[in-house]
């Protein structure tokens, strides 16, 4: 029998996992299911600005051939640019790499850094791509608590009672999926000033930096820390709803001349992909020229943000659930009283909603969340199809029991 490498047995992707599976199961018995799992704009109808579409229309031929394999110069331009424009300093083209999506930077980044046993902090509830990543690289994710009664931010105390001798980095990730929570300057500067004391790299990640709500600012982590090794990711797949152009970058920023042969690492892993998808970095100095079709999106009136209202409506009416508003990106975490529902397993919770409603959710644990009691709700229906979803969810958990 040929079994998978066992650096792959704590690797989980539950958004796209077995629930998942049985949802594809069910739509092909053409039962009609709500997937309000994963953060793709495009299938609810959401369309790729104009800005976006003349820059790839009018520039294909250019996308023909490699390209420099940390990217092109005109988008690695538009991209230092822009984090100058947020407060980083220091930073050139070619301290960026150009990705195919931030999936595939995130796994450079860790697999040049981690040996085996190292250690990485990660906060919970997380994306998994972070843990996944760390696993795949040898090393050891430390979760973090991000704290529900302090608006979801980062537990400087638990993080610190986390570090190790054999921690190697911190990773922040703000505004955060999948709370919505956006960190104010002060937690990013008590986050920082751990990293200085205990010498660690510090990686940033930020997609959702451009989808603020509810006149919130977001600070960039690295333009409070210009002395401490900064690896900022970001990109263009939710801001300008182009997930399947895999769109998305990382600036490298700070203590870099302490870091040459961790940052030949990253050179080699670059280079044996050659280069990112050339089409798509075709249409990164026209994106991050265009602000305005964004914050259509998040300001009142603007798709994003009645879903993000209609959602919160309907979510106050539920008995046994309680919710922290998100203040960016299209998520909320809400909280289910275990007591009154008796949830001990929240995969069954999710598996038992889809079949009996239809609408597949992704538990808690599924964002490495290590009590029952959580879901992530993926805002992205229109106001009138989201706040149905909330009511029916709402009436399964009238009789639900487990």
């Not at 029998?1 to 958004?15: C, G, P, Q, Y």
């Not at 798509?280 to 100095?285: D, M, S």
């Not at 994106?287 to 603007?302: E, I, N, Q, Y």
Request: proline share 5%; aromatic share 8%.
């Amino acid at each position: 029998m040929l079994n998978r490498a066992k650096k792959l047995e704590h690797v989980h992707s539950d958004i796209r996992g077995p629930l998942y599976t049985e949802s594809q199961r069910m739509i092909k018995e053409g039962i009609s299911v709500l997937r309000l799992n994963t953060g793709n704009p495009a299938t609810f109808g959401f369309k790729m600005p104009d800005s976006v579409r003349n820059a790839l229309l009018n520039n294909a031929d250019k996308a023909v051939g490699y390209c420099d394999l940390k990217g092109m110069p005109e988008a690695r331009r538009a991209i230092c640019e822009y984090h100058k424009s947020k407060g980083i300093q220091d930073i050139t083209p070619d301290d960026i790499y150009i990705g195919n999506g931030v999936s595939e930077l995130v796994s450079m980044a860790l697999t040049a850094l981690l040996n085996d046993g190292d250690e990485i902090l990660i906060p919970s509830p997380s994306y998994s791509l972070w843990t996944n990543s760390a696993y795949i690289a040898g090393g050891k994710p430390v979760f973090y608590t991000c704290d529900e009664q302090s608006d979801w931010f980062p537990d400087i105390d638990d993080m610190r009672s986390k570090i190790t001798s054999r921690t190697r980095a911190v990773v922040i990730i703000n505004p955060n999926n999948p709370t919505g929570a956006v960190y104010p300057k002060e937690v990013l500067e008590q986050i920082i000033d751990l990293a200085r004391e205990h010498d660690l790299i510090i990686f940033s990640d930020e997609i959702y930096d451009r989808l603020l709500m509810d006149g919130v600012e977001h600070i960039s982590t690295a333009s409070l820390a210009p002395d401490r090794l900064v690896i900022t990711m970001n990109g263009l797949s939710k801001s300008h709803v182009i997930c399947g152009f895999r769109c998305g970058w990382m600036v490298i920023s700070g203590a870099k001349g302490k870091a040459d042969d961790y940052l030949e690492g990253i050179f080699q892993m670059a280079a044996m992909r050659l280069c990112s998808n050339a089409l798509t970095q075709l249409v990164i100095p026209a994106a991050l020229d265009d602000f305005a079709s964004t914050k259509a999106m998040v300001s009142p009136g603007g798709r994003l943000y009645e879903q993000r209202e209609a959602t919160m409506r309907e979510l106050e009416k539920i008995e046994g659930i309680s919710c922290v508003k998100n203040k960016a990106a299209f998520y909320v975490f809400p909280k289910l009283d275990v007591k009154k529902f008796n949830i001990t397993d929240d995969k069954k919770f999710a598996f038992d909603l889809l079949h009996e409603k239809h609408i597949f959710i992704v538990p808690g644990s599924g964002f490495d969340f290590p009590t029952p009691d959580h879901f992530r709700i993926v805002m992205l229906p229109e106001p009138e199809e989201l706040a149905k979803a909330v009511a029916d969810i709402g009436d399964f958990l009238k009789d639900y029991r487990q």
